[in-house]
């Protein structure tokens, strides 16, 4: 027996090793799968779900990416050599359940286990979102879930601009900017997506201006038109969720059921004068027996207008949609990554005048024609003449 046939033989008296299989159904009781292949071989193909940390880098990671150390840890390399002598170091670090995935990848791929293709990061990515990727929650495959996803913002005005900066700024991959209007100067005060000099221009091209030279690498859609019933399917399809920036209520409901109808998480969003308000409707996202509202449920019909009216006709504090639109950036972040808790079944309500923030739990209306049965869809409507209607009622 060789040296290296004598060395293998002691890890495996040490490490138990199990087949892919036996991982993957372990995996579905919350044990931990750990690629420490190298990025290359990453791209070809990695299990679904895995923690993705180089072999190079595992003594000097690994507490930050698995700081559970009771933790059922799996640990696949290519073809299971590799996975041996990486977890005879993760159990002297103090791991106290490490397995080894036997045939590695190539056994894991050949069995027919669920595999994805991640989107792995350049050196001029880690470099950009280096302080994101040292949030343990985040690392490079959260990093990974933000660029290879998809937000549709609608209005690139006061909510859009702050939240498309920011969103643009972490590196959500593709981001989706509509809106109809061009650049007014009395727009600067609050839209700061847009700069003096483009006064006249369309505001989705002042948009794809700002974040461009911000995150070059991104992809970003401009979609100039006024959403409607007969186009909105065919915009927001395609997108993992939408953010609303807009400032009236036919968008809001239109928003609502075209979100419903696709099942994609809606991130809204509302100011006035120096108050502001933030929610996520995603009654698809619920979990089993446990409904949760869209906008229709907290809103069955509009407003009447002397208690809502726009901004041009009561003001709005420059500053709020920094705050507003920052929180719907937060809140479709943690959508894509799954974290934390949001607003699903919670409105939060800010006061900028007395700095204090309120939360009332919105529940699901159990008659509510779009949300309570979405398998019966009851259809687009003219939403100006549905909100026209409603007010004068």
Known sequence: MSGKEQRLAELREQVPEIAPEEAYRLIQDNAILLDIRDPEEWAAGSPCGAVRLSRSFLEFKVEEAIPGLHDPLLVLCAS??????????????????????????????????????????????????????????????????????????????????????????????????????????????????????????????????????????????????????????????????????????????????????????????????????????????????????????????????????SCAEAGVLGVLPGVIGTLQAIEALKLILQLGDTLIGRLLCYDALTATFREFKTAADPQCAYCSKPAAFPGYIDYDAFCRDAQVA
Not at 132 to 160: C, D, F, H, W, Y
Not at 168 to 186: M, Y
Not at 252 to 262: E, G, H, I, S
Request: with cysteine; charged share 20%.
């Open 80 to 309: 299971g050599m590799r996975s041996l002598f990486a977890a005879e170091s993760l159990l002297r670090l103090g791991y106290q359940d490490v397995r080894s995935v036997a045939g590695g990848y190539e056994a894991w791929k050949n069995a027919g286990l669920p595999s994805e293709q991640p989107r792995i990061l350049s050196s001029q990515d880690r470099n950009r979102y280096a302080r994101q990727l040292r949030i343990p929650e985040i690392g490079e495959q959260g990093q990974g879930k933000l660029l290879a996803s998809r937000v549709l913002l609608v209005g690139a005005g006061a909510l859009g601009s702050p939240a498309a900066l920011y969103l643009a700024a972490a590196g959500v991959g593709t981001l989706g900017i509509v809106d109809q209007d061009t650049v007014e100067l009395s727009n600067l005060q609050r839209q700061i997506l847009h700069t003096t000099e483009r006064v006249g221009m369309p505001k989705t091209q002042s948009a794809w201006l700002t974040l461009n030279a911000l995150n070059p690498s991104i992809q970003i859609n401009t979609h100039q038109l006024r959403l409607d019933s007969t186009n909105a399917e065919e915009v927001v399809r395609g997108y993992d969720l939408v953010i609303d920036g807009t400032d009236n209520f036919p968008a809001r409901y239109l928003l609502n059921d075209v979100c419903v109808k696709l099942k994609l998480p809606y991130v809204y969003g509302a100011i006035y004068r120096f108050e502001g308000q933030v929610s996520v409707f995603w009654p698809a996202g619920a979990a089993a027996g446990m409904p949760t509202p869209c906008y229709r449920c907290l809103y069955p019909a509009p407003a009447p207008p002397e208690l809502a009216p």
